[in-house]
């Protein structure tokens, strides 16, 4: 069994900063690329930022230059710094991973959080 839980949400100003984090548990062997989605209200799930194994990363172009994503291969734990918050910026993030349980695993599964709600508003 994998598990994947964020922390770090809640309510900032417009302008303000919250840090993110994901950490994966369970039996886990190897973890490929790791990253966060956000869905507002009424809106499809968007890829916001990930990272793959060598360090790696890509932005939605609504993010670029406001959020930074890393891991903690040690810990098996991806990040997500977010400043200059707009309220646009408002929506429920998933945490996600690609990982194999085991060495004789050909595929990695895909996991996903139970997401954390993250609220921008004056």
């Known amino acids: 069994q994998v598990q994947l839980v964020e922390s770090g949400g809640g309510l900032v100003q417009p302008g303000g900063s919250l840090r993110l984090s994901c950490a994966a548990s369970g039996s886990i062997f190897s973890i490929n690329d790791m990253g966060w989605y956000r869905q507002a209200p009424g809106k499809r799930h968007e890829l916001v930022a990930a990272i793959n194994s060598g360090g790696t990363t890509k932005y939605a172009d609504s993010v670029k230059g406001r959020f930074t994503i890393s891991r903690d291969n040690a810990k098996n734990t991806v990040y997500l710094q977010m400043n200059s918050l707009k309220p646009e910026d408002t929506a429920v993030y998933y945490c996600?991973?690609?990982?194999?349980?085991?060495?004789?695993?050909?595929?990695?599964?895909?996991?996903w959080g139970p997401g954390t709600q993250v609220t921008v508003s004056s």
């Open positions: 996600t991973a690609e990982i194999k349980s085991t060495a004789y695993e050909l595929y990695y599964g895909d996991y």
